[in-house]
């Protein structure tokens, strides 16, 4: 039975088509506004909704595998976007890839067939109330505009400049030492001996990453991603093409740091700075990257200490309009004046077609919730949903970058299996329980 209520969900991709059919399948009427075809982008080429303009793979589906087990979290949602995915699938191993336009087309027809929902071609460039802005990393000039306006000028971002995020668990120790310039540089919560990890190189160790970062391949994509450098996302391979020591007086600098080891300054210095509150992820400081993946990880795998990591996010430099989430927004994603202004999607700091996907479902949730005079609820930070939603709301506003489905983000077992695999399926099985308890409780 339909209600009188009438939702307004700005963007037509995986996050806002998501949000719109879990609504009009509660009941809603909903008006999904789509600005293509009458204002196109640079990366799209047909006028269907959640067209993929990047990759056709949702990645892994096993749910020992971080985006795996965030699509087992929302297949328990019922999620249509995974649905269409499996209809449109290809051959691809455990991956969920497919054919885009056979997917595309799966989620345009059911979207539009859907009596409770009503597809509308236009630009819209306000924040509806009760609404879900899903406008992904490419946002128009004018809703950007008022999202800035609305949020303050600080409070999105048009460039995504990308460092690598290490899990704590695969840096070697032995090597790797605590400690902040001087001492000087300290971080609220920062263990003692300081703020920073530090891989320590000597000269020929220091020539010999040079030399690789020189010759590294580097990833190019669509026109739009062709973005001007200016000195806050400058890549790392860029710094390198100034000169030599570039590296050694930027990022790299040894100034204020000594070995303990060797009570001596190392002739350079890659810094690792805490990613989230319980230090199980850390950011390569200053080392956003073009590099394709398998290249990222042979040069960085060069450096002392960082022989064996694990990348639990790779760098990228590209646009992507996205909100400063922690600094902006409340923990359920929503306008601070009004919390039936929501976001989903690209545009909240999340990476991925997957995690776009589930931010989309949580969007609707809430919004039914709080029509119905509820609060909004977020899964516990023991599922991937939930730790996703943790992390927009307690990463370090100064440093807020979007992030990826990863198991760095879930709270620690106890105890921690000694088998990673192991370890692995005891997540995916506290997250799969932890959801299903939260589900009951509405």
């Known amino acids: 039975m339909t209600v009188s209520k009438e939702i307004q969900i700005v963007g037509g991709g995986l996050a806002g088509s998501e949000a719109a059919w879990q609504l009009a399948e509660r009941g809603y009427r909903v008006v999904l506004h789509e600005m293509r075809p009458v204002r196109s982008t640079e990366a799209h080429k047909t006028d269907k909704l959640a067209e993929l303009v990047c990759s056709n793979t949702f990645k892994s589906t096993e749910v020992t595998n971080a985006h795996g087990l965030l699509k087992a979290e929302m297949r328990q949602l019922g999620s249509v976007i995974l649905t269409a995915a499996d209809e449109a699938r290809v051959a691809a191993g455990s991956a969920l890839a497919v054919d885009r336009d056979v997917f595309s087309a799966a989620v345009h027809d059911r979207i539009h067939a859907h009596a409770n929902i009503t597809v509308v071609r236009e630009e819209l460039t306000t924040l509806p109330s009760p609404g879900i802005i899903a406008t992904g990393p490419l946002t128009s000039d004018g809703l950007a505009t008022a999202i800035r306006e609305r949020l303050g000028v600080e409070?999105?971002?048009?460039?995504?400049?990308?460092?690598?995020?290490?899990?704590?668990?695969?840096?070697d120790h032995s090597i790797v030492f605590?400690?902040?310039?001087?001492?000087?540089?300290?971080?609220?919560?920062?263990?003692?001996g300081g703020a920073y990890l530090n891989c320590p190189m000597d000269k020929a160790q220091y020539e010999a990453f040079m030399d690789a970062l020189a010759t590294a391949d580097q990833f190019t994509s669509h026109e739009f991603d062709k973005v001007p450098y200016f000195e806050g996302c400058m890549p790392v391979e860029e710094m390198a093409r100034r000169g030599r020591e570039s590296l050694r007086f930027g990022p790299m600098k040894p100034v204020g740091l000594d070995d303990p080891r060797t009570g001596r300054r190392p002739w350079a210095v890659v810094q690792l700075r805490k990613e989230d509150r319980a230090g199980r992820m850390w950011n390569i400081v200053g080392f956003q990257t073009r590099l394709r993946i398998p290249e990222q990880q042979r040069v960085l795998k060069m450096v002392p200490g960082l022989e064996n990591a694990e990348f639990l996010r790779f760098g990228s430099i590209h646009r992507n309009s996205y909100v400063n989430s922690p600094a902006s927004l409340t923990p359920h994603l929503s306008l601070r004046d009004d919390p039936q202004v929501m976001f989903a999607g690209q545009i909240t700091g999340v990476e991925g077609y997957t995690e776009s996907t589930a931010t989309g479902i949580l969007a609707a949730i809430n919004l039914d919730r709080m029509l119905r005079g509820l609060e909004p609820v977020i899964p516990p930070p023991t599922t991937m949903l939930g730790a996703l939603y943790r992390y927009l709301r307690e990463a370090d506003p100064k440093h807020f970058q979007p992030m990826n489905a990863n198991f760095g983000l879930l709270e620690e077992l106890s105890p921690v299996p000694r088998d990673k695999g192991k370890k692995r399926e005891m997540y995916a099985e506290r997250a799969l329980s932890a959801l299903a308890a939260w589900q009951a409780t509405f």
Do not use: V
């Not at 605590?178 to 003692?192: H, L």
């Open 178 to 192: 605590r400690a902040s310039r001087y001492g000087k540089e300290t971080m609220e919560g920062a263990d003692e």
């Open 155 to 171: 409070s999105l971002a048009f460039y995504d400049a990308i460092a690598p995020i290490l899990a704590e668990e695969s840096l």
